[in-house]
């Protein structure tokens, strides 16, 4: 599989990583383990070499899974986690943002533990704490690297300040934010930022959380664990309003022999050489229809075609809920 590097530290990894939050939580009941551990091992027979978790995703035990699956590949394999939430007794959600430096110590300590790890080789900070400057964080995860405990330090839905004064204490090696063919934001300021300071970028949700796969409508259900549950994107009325997108999208598929995520996953490949997306998926058939979008080339009249062709589309609804989108670009 081709290989792309994530910062000036030159973190290789996979063109396309795998996303494993969903085989634990977030898309309702998780995935049965043996099969979760299949499709994680799998993705390493196919190549991808780079898998993302976080301690609330469950929580702890995506990253006990996670740890378990990848175990005789470890030096194959680069493993992200996270840090940022205090996980309160609400299994299903965290009851705040927490990134105190004596919280991001116990968090690592733990993470290396459940991981089964000597070092984690990525550590975001999973959302931006407004309590503690960003200048201690970066500190802090600096002198874990010091120690060995982490390799590369990363942010994740961090605005252009907060990352500009977090990488000017240690060198921010990946940011991790939405980023596909409905929420396009990110290159307003973001993307030129990053290439700018010469960090790597990992979109999350590349595929729209499943909406631009096309399997999704506005008569799709959801489980009430199931985060779309709460998102207003994904409410029937803004399902129906951005149908069309999908449409086109799937005109697009068609022409170039393609399935719909294929052509949103290549069209995010295309953007810039240290873009690495990150999909989600329970399932090896998935998984492998994800990795056929690495035999899409898609020119500057193709990318140029797909602008047009959804230029009039105006995706309706936030991504977040209230109580989330406030933890977002800060």
């Given amino acids: 599989m081709e290989k792309r590097k994530l910062g000036k530290s030159g973190l290789e990894v996979s063109a396309l990583g795998l996303g494993c939050m969903g085989m634990s939580s977030g898309y309702g009941p998780p995935a049965d383990k043996d099969a979760a551990i299949g499709v994680i091992r799998g993705a390493v027979e196919r190549g991808v070499t780079f898998f993302d978790t976080a301690e609330v995703y469950g929580p702890f035990v995506n990253e006990e899974l996670v740890g378990e699956a990848l175990a005789p590949f470890r030096d194959e394999v680069v493993i992200a986690t996270k840090f940022g939430f205090k996980i309160g007794q609400d299994s299903e959600r965290p009851a705040g943002v927490d990134s105190r430096p004596a919280h ?27 309590e503690v400057p960003i200048e201690d964080v970066a500190g802090t995860v600096k002198d874990l690297i010091g120690q060995g405990k982490v390799r590369h330090f990363g942010l994740s839905e961090a605005g252009v300040t907060t990352i500009r004064r977090a990488h000017a204490v240690q060198p921010v090696t990946a940011l991790q934010s939405e980023y596909s063919l409905w929420w396009r934001e990110p290159e307003a300021a973001i993307l030129p930022l990053l290439e700018e300071l010469d960090i790597g970028f990992v979109p999350y949700a590349p595929l729209g959380r499943g909406f631009l796969t096309g399997r999704i409508d506005a008569g799709t259900g959801f489980a009430d664990n199931d985060i779309r549950s709460i998102v207003p994107r994904f409410s029937a009325e803004a399902r129906e309003a951005n149908q069309g997108l999908v449409d086109r999208l799937a005109q697009i598929a068609a022409d170039k022999q393609a399935t719909p995520a294929q052509i949103a996953l290549a069209w995010l490949l295309a953007q810039k050489p240290w873009v690495v997306p990150i999909p989600g998926t329970t399932k090896l058939a998935r998984l492998e229809e994800n990795i056929g979008a690495l035999e899409i080339q898609l020119g500057e009249q193709d990318l140029a075609a797909i602008d047009a062709a959804l230029a009039s589309i105006d995706v309706q609804g936030a991504r977040y809920p209230g109580h989330l989108q406030k933890l977002i670009n800060r």
Wanted: aromatic share 8%; no cysteine; hydrophobic share 45%.
């Fill in 104 to 130: 991001i110590r116990e968090v690592a300590e733990a993470s290396l533990r459940r991981l089964g790890v000597e070092a984690i080789d990525l550590f975001y900070q999973h959302r931006v704490d407004p």
